[in-house]
């Protein structure tokens, strides 16, 4: 399995542009988070899904954020507009929710999306 | 509410000298344990994970961690550190209910020749 696929995995956009990062999961898992991460707060959850339904969007951030996932196979993360304090590294990650004492709760993180605006 | 704590931000230690990070959390039911490691510019990669059983685990690239319930901890070692183990280490605990994962802080492991 090639493991869960980001896109771009570098985008540098200027203050009020919209942006757009997608992700693929892991075929058959039916979990999928939306992180960010910066230096000053960390690793922050912002979204995930299961079965494709939001289940707990409490982490995002502002009305500016929003997310998706029309199928099992995609995802999008989008903020319009932009600001610089979205400059960060977003990462999507995917799990299955088996039975306990197989992959558990255990989720599989793509390379992350490194987002700069000017 | 459930939470995972690294007490230390940064740890530098010799190539070649042990290593322990340190791991706390607060679960009120048996927690679903893993430790990940980051290196630079890249993703999360999972190290070991514990569920069940033997409550020493065995990882990836010689790491290992022991789960002590009576402490509260899951604390990550490895007998001898290696230049390329320079990284960021997130404890992590799994919400079984929710699918989520509670990560702590991190711990930033720097190697000195």
């Known amino acids: 399995d090639a493991g869960v696929i980001q896109s771009p995995r570098h985008e540098v956009t200027e203050m009020g542009q919209e942006v757009t990062l997608r992700c693929k999961p892991i075929s058959g898992h039916d979990y999928l988070f939306w992180y960010r991460q910066t230096m000053m707060r960390g690793l922050e959850l912002l979204i995930y899904f299961n079965n494709n339904v939001p289940i707990d969007d409490s982490g995002m951030p502002e009305d500016r954020f929003s997310a998706k996932m029309p199928n099992a196979s995609f995802s999008t993360l989008k903020i319009q507009p932009s600001e610089p304090r979205d400059s960060a590294v977003y990462f999507c990650?995917?799990?299955?929710?088996?039975?306990?004492?197989?992959?558990?709760?255990?989720?599989?993180f793509g390379p992350g999306t490194r987002l700069t605006v000017l | 509410a459930q939470s995972v704590t690294q007490p230390d931000i940064h740890i530098t230690v010799s190539e070649g000298a042990s290593l322990e990070l340190r791991c706390n959390y607060s679960?009120?039911?048996?927690?679903?344990l893993f430790w990940y490691v980051q290196s630079p510019g890249q993703g999360l990669q999972l190290l070991l994970k514990?569920?069940?059983?033997?409550?020493l685990v065995q990882g990836i690239k010689g790491f290992e961690a022991e789960f002590k319930r009576s402490q509260s901890s899951f604390n990550l070692r490895k007998p001898s550190v290696h230049w390329s183990d320079a990284a960021e280490y997130f404890c992590?605990?799994?919400?079984?209910?929710?699918?989520?994962?509670?990560f702590g802080q991190g711990t930033t492991l720097q190697v000195k020749p």
């Open positions: 514990y569920f069940s059983g033997d409550t």
């Open positions: 990650a995917s799990s299955l929710m088996g039975l306990a004492g197989g992959s558990y709760n255990e989720q599989f």
């Open positions: 679960y009120g039911a048996t927690p679903y």
């Open positions: 992590a605990v799994g919400s079984g209910n929710t699918g989520k994962l509670i």
